[in-house]
């Protein structure tokens, strides 16, 4: 288990939290309960409370923060609401939580040209919420409701990527806070460009270690005509994959293809009061004018047939859709129920499509010879999935078999030329596998973070040791 | 007209030249020939001769010529095919050009995952023919037959990427040797990942001033069950123009949809032996199942007919849809005829779609009061234009028009919310409009440049100013 050492404090937190009491009056807190809260994420990773905690109302108000925070030396984290799961909030060496939540306005929607501005604190349901009366909709869905900030912090993406991409294909232009405390716009309105480097990119998946990120432009879709979904089963996991696999590589347009193995299922039914069958399932989602979900739902129909697959339980009303999509989002939750007290270890590995079945039932004879309970679901048309090695965290026992599995896991997507983290992001949780996948090139992000954050007191020891 | 100043040399070159001879014999050339054609691109820019040019096989011969060029202090300009319109590949300051023509393997073909391995010398159309009988291809279409490598240095996209994206979404991981000559991959073959800074995209776009990119893994897709063509004119360019807008807002998923205006159609006509309409045009293209194609041309023709558009004239037939793509592609061509002895001065803004009529519309007033031959073609579902200024580059008058007109233009669209350059790029004719988009950004983007090359060596006056 990746625990940062404890360091001395490295900057004297007395007169920074004097200056920013000054500036900020209540807005800056150092209550116990809120630094706790601000110190871990949903994670098993040990928790990190800041020094303080400071609540922004504007992007000029963080510049000041972090003109305040150099001065003072101290490291500076940006907050979402801490859903992330590899420790990215933690306060490794103390230093100042920027809590993005008061900064929570949409300013700006062009329905014409599908883009929308919001402020770093807005969450996705909250945009969709504002965006559903104009037929619009933001499809990037993480389960979670994160902010958009910490989404795209984080290159987060999550049940829609594999029909409307992740983060990265869905974020037209930051404002960021420098390091030193200056404001940059990047990005634009246009659809594309070829204006200079991708700086937007760069701090999409940067987790906070480069700036602040305080406002996102971000791509938007019209809701579609209609909207299918369906739940279907199969005998072996390899089928229910195996039919994935052609869904995809036939190039029919899933907005959704979620894989819940016969453990989960089971989670499920008995944590949402469900009747599903306990066999490995596909919950998919079809986006399109009635006929070409008619068209699409057929085509995938056949291919699951061929493969097994049961009868298709289809929801088209959007009450049981959500039923059924929050039956796929309590996952998590239905999983922990397995084993009272635990906290769940989420793996994160994603492979080529091809590999995925081969992936998925090595890792699942893993599950069963390492004697430990991991349900697995996998946003499967990315080629990702998910287990939750349930774990109790004060058992030592618990928690070097959960890493011992973790690390086959990573080392064998790698090997299939996949990666150790699809969407959560490294943390510090994952560094020790950054430097596994990607070798040299860290190197490179390491010389890049140091030019932009020189001291590095932005988000210091996530994404490279300390 | 930006023509940087003539420098001194900066390097002593003879040293250089034969160390290189030695590492490659003839494959490094001095041959006043080749030096000629490897200073400059398509455009009006002025040629700036390299010192050498190299022929490397292999990224491990880039590599020891990056060093050998480090050791001796000297500019690397890399080059493909010489397809770029800014000056891109201008040796403005000497030094060697990396002619990347012999680096052209389709390494691997990864059917099942939709990924392929090229060298950087591998144009569009070669790997389309490589491609075509696993029916499989790649979209990027930006006219020219570019490398793949130029490509991806200028962030290309060209006629698909309204609906494929441009080389940015389509580039999964790339080689690339440093300027200090260390071999760097970045990205990888899983469809997503969150682990790291995304050096894939800072690269996309580069323009050669961080590194030579050497090999490139690209996303591919399934040749379309049906595809169709058509071609409808327009009473005016407002009414062509308002249909696309409608288009995009819909949500139908065109391949395609180009503009030629009526200046441009007379040209096409006249130089392809045509009987086009000479009005305001749309050129558009459908992807899909049969009957999803269907649906699309059905839904796209009545909303023309809603905006005065004239019969569809169809091409189903794969030589006749390449005979309409053929005459959209000579445009250029065609209107160099419309001035005889002209280059084109072409121009590339790109704005927010529902900006896009009162942009062209007010451009081509303006084009009309300034006593310019200007054609119009457009990638006008991404928001995107290209005017083709034809000027004699010896007429110092028709240069002030056309700079003058370029720069009213360029304000235009940013005011309106665009950019300088949909896809061409910076390369050294529009630094000053990188300054005037991106402000405090560039700062950041120069910060970076400087630590990936201290000495600027890479391409240098590109993007930058010396």
Same mark, same amino acid.
């Given at each position: 288990m990746a625990i940062a050492n404890v360091q001395k404090?490295?900057?004297?937190?007395a007169p920074l939290i004097a200056a920013l009491q000054e500036l900020l009056g209540e807005r800056c807190s150092v209550n116990p309960g809120i630094l706790e809260r601000h +110190?871990?994420?949903?994670?098993?990773h040990e928790a990190h409370a800041p020094d303080a905690v400071v609540f922004p109302q504007s992007t000029e108000e963080v510049a000041a923060i972090m003109r305040l925070a150099r001065k003072h030396g101290a490291p500076v984290i940006p907050f979402g609401v801490?859903?992330?799961?590899?420790?990215?909030?933690?306060?490794l060496e103390g230093g100042i939580s920027i809590?993005?939540?008061?900064?929570?306005?949409?300013?700006?929607?062009n329905a014409a040209d599908l883009d929308v501005l919001v402020e770093a604190g807005v969450t996705r349901k909250q945009l969709n919420n504002h965006l559903r009366d104009q037929g619009l909709f933001f499809p990037?869905?993480? +389960?979670?409701?994160?902010?958009l900030g910490g989404m795209t912090a984080t290159r987060a993406s999550g049940t829609n990527a594999v029909r409307y991409g992740t983060m990265r294909e869905n974020v037209l232009g930051l404002t960021i806070v420098t390091a030193d405390g200056r404001i940059i716009k990047t990005g634009?309105?246009?659809?594309k460009s070829a204006a200079g480097y991708d700086l937007t990119r760069l701090f999409v998946g940067s987790e906070g270690t480069l700036g602040v990120i305080t406002e996102i432009r971000l791509r938007l879709y019209g809701i579609p005509e209609a909207i299918a979904a369906a739940v279907t089963s199969f005998p072996s996991i390899g089928d229910a994959v195996d039919t994935v696999i052609q869904v995809i590589q036939s190039g029919i347009p899933v907005a959704r293809i979620e894989l819940l193995d016969e453990v989960q299922m089971g989670a499920v039914n008995r944590y949402s009061k469900l009747d599903y069958a306990e066999r490995p399932t596909l919950f998919i989602e079809f986006h399109g004018s009635e006929r070409g979900v008619a068209e699409q739902s057929e085509q995938v129909k056949a291919i699951a047939a061929d493969h097994g697959g049961g009868e298709f339980r289809w929801s088209v009303k959007p009450e049981e859709r959500s039923q059924l999509w929050q039956a796929r989002h309590d996952a998590y939750y239905a999983g922990l129920a397995l084993k009272p007290g635990s906290r769940g270890w989420p793996t994160d590995v994603c492979v080529p499509i091809s590999r995925l079945t081969e992936c998925i039932v090595e890792t699942k004879r893993d599950i069963e010879a390492s004697g430990i309970i991991a349900p697995i679901v996998g946003h499967?048309?990315?080629?990702n999935f998910h287990t939750s090695i349930l774990v109790h965290p004060d058992d030592p026992e618990d928690l070097r078999k959960a890493e011992a599995f973790n690390n086959r896991l990573v080392e064998r997507a790698l090997k299939m030329g996949?990666?150790?983290?699809?969407?959560? +992001?490294?943390?510090?949780?994952k560094i020790g596998f950054l430097e596994r996948e990607h070798g040299e090139a860290v190197g490179l992000m390491r010389l890049i973070k140091q030019t932009l954050d020189p001291e590095n007191r932005m988000n210091p020891g996530k994404i490279f040791r300390a």
């Open positions: 404090p490295r900057f004297d937190a +110190g871990h994420d949903e994670s098993y801490g859903t992330s799961l590899e420790g990215h909030v933690a306060a809590d993005m939540g008061r900064m929570n306005r949409v300013v700006e929607v990037i869905d993480p +389960g979670a409701d994160a902010t634009g309105r246009a659809r499967v048309g990315d080629g996949g990666t150790c983290t699809g969407e959560h +992001g490294i943390g510090f949780g």
